[in-house]
């Protein structure tokens, strides 16, 4: 996957991108995260996640800019980037193993980003320090006649983990998990982070986009169960787990 001229250099390389669907037509050849791109129903949309403390997302500790800007400095931090190209309007599982790669040693947050001159980015996300994990998000990318306006994560509110003792509700809309549970930190569970992906908007050639309303029913871990892959190693440990 090429990566012309973002700012950010490492990327994380332990990720799978699974699809629903596969897709006949990918027309658009956009592979940059920091580049714009305009979409129709069925191309392929490249965007990143960068992992790092919560404030170097932010410029003089008050503005929140893409890490595609030079102004955030992530390439000299210890900041990491994985790049993923999802089909758009399918509903995708990510996944990043955090066997070797342990997203509170680098910061701890995320921010999912996109595009230069339409530059959307999510808010920072919490997704490790010492004590707790969350390895499970919803990501929604919100169109507008094909073009990326808005990125934001859907949380549940601790619905899918109420009265289960092993997940610590955080802030009232995060489950998160004791690091010390994690296989990586001496404990039996596969700590690797699922993100569910789904679009919500228009293409441009203004069709509404569909797998939003799909994942609207869905709880933080509800699409780990259509993987029969991961359900061994994410789902059915939780199971057994918890
Ligand atoms: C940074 O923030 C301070 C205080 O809010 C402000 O006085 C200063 O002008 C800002 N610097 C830049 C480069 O924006
Ligand atoms: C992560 O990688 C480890 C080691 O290769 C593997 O045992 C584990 O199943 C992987 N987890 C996922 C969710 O792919
Ligand atoms: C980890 O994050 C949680 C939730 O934000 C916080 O309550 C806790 O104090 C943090 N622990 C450490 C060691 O930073």
């Not at 090429?2 to 669907?21: E, G, K, W």
């Not at 997302?57 to 390439?75: A, E, G, K, W």
Request: hydrophobic letters at 40%.
């Amino acid at each position: 996957m090429a990566i012309p001229r973002p700012t950010i250099s490492l990327i994380v390389a332990l990720f799978t991108l699974i699809s629903l669907v596969e897709s006949t037509s990918d027309t658009n050849n956009v592979f940059s995260p920091c580049v714009d791109a305009s979409v129709q129903r069925s191309d392929g949309f490249t965007f990143g996640i960068a992992f790092a403390p919560r404030t170097s997302f932010f410029f003089n500790n008050s503005v929140q800019l893409s890490p595609c800007d030079r102004r955030l400095s992530l390439s000299s931090s210890t900041a990491q980037v994985a790049v993923f190209r999802p089909k758009v309007d399918e509903i995708s599982l990510l996944t990043i193993n955090t066997s070797n790669f342990f997203p509170g040693s680098v910061g701890g947050y995320m921010v999912a980003f996109a595009g230069r001159r339409y530059a959307a980015r999510s808010i920072p996300a919490f997704v490790a320090n010492d004590t707790f994990i969350v390895t499970s998000f919803t990501l929604v990318h919100e169109f507008r006649k094909g073009r990326l306006q808005n990125l934001y994560w859907k949380r549940d509110g601790c619905a899918s983990c109420s009265g289960r003792s092993n997940f610590v509700c955080l802030n009232n809309q995060d489950c998160a998990i004791r690091t010390n549970n994690c296989r990586n930190r001496g404990g039996s569970v596969d700590c690797s982070l699922g993100i569910q992906l789904a679009f919500s908007g228009t293409d441009k050639h203004e069709t509404v986009f569909n797998s939003w309303y799909e994942v609207k029913n869905l709880r933080q871990y509800s699409l780990f169960n259509l993987y029969s892959n991961l359900r061994d190693s994410l789902t059915g440990q939780y199971n057994r787990f918890f």
